[in-house]
Nanobody
Framework: QVQLVESGGGLVQPGGSLRLSCAASGTIFLFSTYNVDWYRQAPGKQREMVATVTSRGTTNYADSVRGRFTISRDNAKLTVYLQMNSLKAEDTAVYYC?????WGQGTQVTVSS
């Protein structure tokens, strides 16, 4: 069994920053061998992938966040981060991490003045 716990969400003004964390745990889980994705889902919209980091550390981003968001991983801590800068109102959503068919419970990010 694998557990993923996201944290770091909150309310921030437009132009602000947040750093999300996704901490993984489980007794049989080679975290470093898996790609890890961050998704988000805004009210009334489909869940969309925001960023991904491969087992080798290669990253990719949705066009809407490229240049503002940075995904990184610390395999020793079984944790993946999403640094979000220059936040916009349209970034408001619940953010989820996804690893090997497992989802976290999500963390709410609200960008509003």
């Amino acid at each position: 069994q694998v557990q993923l716990v996201e944290s770091g969400g909150g309310l921030v003004q437009p132009g602000g920053s947040l750093r999300l964390s996704c901490a993984a745990s489980g007794t049989i889980f080679l975290f470093s061998t898996y790609n890890v994705d961050w998704y988000r889902q805004a009210p009334g919209k489909q869940r969309e992938m925001v960023a991904t980091v491969t087992s080798r550390g290669t990253t990719n981003y949705a066009d809407s966040v490229r240049g503002r968001f940075t995904i990184s991983r610390d395999n020793a801590k079984l944790t993946v981060y999403l640094q979000m800068n220059s936040l916009k109102a349209e970034d408001t959503a619940v953010y989820y991490c996804y690893v090997s068919s497992y989802w976290g419970q999500g963390t709410q990010v609200t960008v509003s003045s």
